[in-house]
């Protein structure tokens, strides 16, 4: 027993290892070149957030794993010797909304604070806007931890009166299991009445109240940008199979088309400094933030249209062995897209059969993953923790959906080379906020495959028993509002789908 704890904290550290080796990986290969050999507290920042997210993500596969360290403990105090995973659960959720609402937005307001001030004025601005968002969150926690930060237990009251102890039990029966006396059969929960439950009210620890509203909110966005990226994530990636170029351009078209990107362009240029001039001279309302976002979708489309020209033109000595590549690269979309949607229509039938159907039909992956582990012990955990990173890649993709089609909605692309701190601090916060929501909603959705672990005891008992909050969960709104997503997506998609975006008119900002 003492060998397989000592081998599960061999693994947690060396996973952690791996985890921050591939976080700055990512973080090397997604900037952008203009924030190369810059920007170093950003780029900590961002290291440091997708470490977090990803390892909360593999903890709850960890916890499941430290649970049977002491399943079959044959000696008193063997669960003595697992990892304290209950206080690694609050110590990483306490660092996720440091990160979310202090440190990141702290980064951004620096990075993305005017250039031609000092770095002691960004830095006080950066500053007075987070100590006032953390005063307000303050408060905000404060009043209602102490208003409804209570945990409401259904228990049921049992009770017996009390005899000497017998020298014999034929007294005792399936049918009268109590000592007898004023309260007969009030020892037994079978046979209890229905007056006997009642209500146990403790207060919750604050660490504990932090972690359920930050839930609530990454419930939220998890339940809007997956619901949509659930479905939007593989069918983007087919119907992009679908819309892909035939055959190659005539060198005729490619000057026409390259062209008239040519006068787009000039146009987004001539936005962008009217805009610039705007924010000097301090009129940075309503209606310039609004052209702003414009003139950055704008930007994104027009860059889509010029990836895309040159893949119907491959130029250069290689012309060939590109077209040749460009080809096998939509068929690798179609192939990820078919798997994806294989995976999004698991996701949701297991939703449906699992959570919304009362009893539910089937454990369905629960049995799944628990199979797979009697394989191999690694193999049921790996496809678990695949099943929870599926949706934070589905909350990036319906985040970048929405984006496009909501003007309210502020985009951030991640490209491969081409990614802004600001954009990459963004994504991050999401991804830390939406990741506490998903091991709320795995742990909930695997209940049965994540049984009596640590994670459990925090999503499972005390956050859907919090005073106020217990009600979402009680009605299943989050999973009712993600599943009603995906098939609207899902709908989406097949009405537009398969439509080629049509080139938009002249540019103008809005007056």
Wanted: proline residues 3%; hydrophobic residues 50%; positive net charge.
């Amino acid at each position: 027993m003492g060998d397989f704890n000592l081998a599960l904290v061999i693994v947690a550290v060396v996973v952690s290892v791996l985890v921050l080796l591939v976080s700055v990986y990512l973080l090397v290969n997604y900037q952008h070149p203009d924030d190369a050999n810059q920007a170093y507290f950003p780029k900590l920042v961002v290291v440091l957030g997708l470490t977090v997210a990803v390892l909360s993500i593999l903890m709850l596969p960890a916890d499941v794993a430290n649970r049977q360290a002491c399943r079959k403990a044959v000696y008193n105090g063997a669960c003595n010797l697992t990892l304290p995973m209950r206080t690694l659960w609050l110590v990483v959720y306490i660092v996720d909304a440091v990160l979310v609402f202090l440190i990141i937005p702290f980064a951004m307001f620096y990075y993305e604070g005017d250039q031609d001030k000092s770095v002691g004025k960004r830095l006080k601005t950066a500053l007075i806007w987070v100590v006032a968002s953390a005063v307000v969150c303050g408060l905000v926690l404060g009043i209602l931890y102490g208003l409804v930060g209570k945990v409401d237990f259904t228990v049921r009251h049992l009770s017996s009166s009390v005899e000497t102890f017998p020298n014999s039990f034929s007294g005792f029966s399936s049918g009268q299991p109590c000592i007898s006396g004023s309260l007969p059969r009030a020892c037994a929960a079978s046979t209890a009445q229905a007056s006997s439950l009642t209500t146990w009210t403790m207060r919750a620890t604050f660490p504990e109240y932090v972690v359920a509203l930050t839930t609530i909110v990454g419930s939220v966005l998890f339940t809007i940008f997956g619901g949509v990226g659930i479905a939007c994530l593989p069918l983007g990636l087919i119907f992009s199979f679908v819309r892909r170029p035939k055959a190659v351009i005539t060198r005729s078209q490619y000057i026409k088309e390259a062209t008239e990107l040519g006068k787009k362009a000039r146009e987004l240029k001539k936005a962008a400094e009217a805009l610039h001039q705007e924010e000097r001279s301090g009129n940075k309302g309503r209606k310039w933030r609004k052209n702003v976002k414009a003139v950055e979708k704008e930007l994104l489309l027009l860059e889509d249209d010029m990836k895309a020209l040159e893949e119907m033109y491959p130029q250069g000595e290689k012309a060939e062995a590109t077209w040749a590549f460009t080809v096998l690269g939509y068929i690798g979309k179609l192939i990820f897209g078919v798997v994806g949607l294989i995976i999004s229509i698991a996701w949701v039938a297991h939703i449906i059969i699992y959570l919304l159907v009362d009893p539910p039909l089937s454990s369905f992956l629960n049995e799944v993953f628990i199979k797979l582990d009697g394989v191999w012990g690694l193999l049921g955990t790996a496809a678990f923790a695949f099943f929870c990173f599926y949706l934070l890649i589905a909350v990036i993709a319906g985040e970048m959906m929405l984006g496009l089609k909501l003007v309210f909605i502020t985009i951030h692309p991640m490209k491969w080379g081409g990614t802004l701190m600001n954009s990459f601090l963004f994504n991050v916060g999401l991804i830390l906020l939406c990741s506490i929501s998903v091991i709320q909603f795995c742990a909930t959705a695997f209940a049965y495959y994540a049984q009596a672990t640590a994670a459990q005891e925090i999503f499972g008992h005390t956050l859907q028993s919090l005073r106020g909050i217990k009600y979402l969960y009680k009605y299943n709104v989050f999973q009712y509002g993600f599943v009603a997503l995906a098939i609207l997506t899902l709908f989406y998609y097949a009405i537009f789908g398969w439509r080629k975006r049509k080139p938009t008119g002249r540019f103008q900002l809005s007056n």
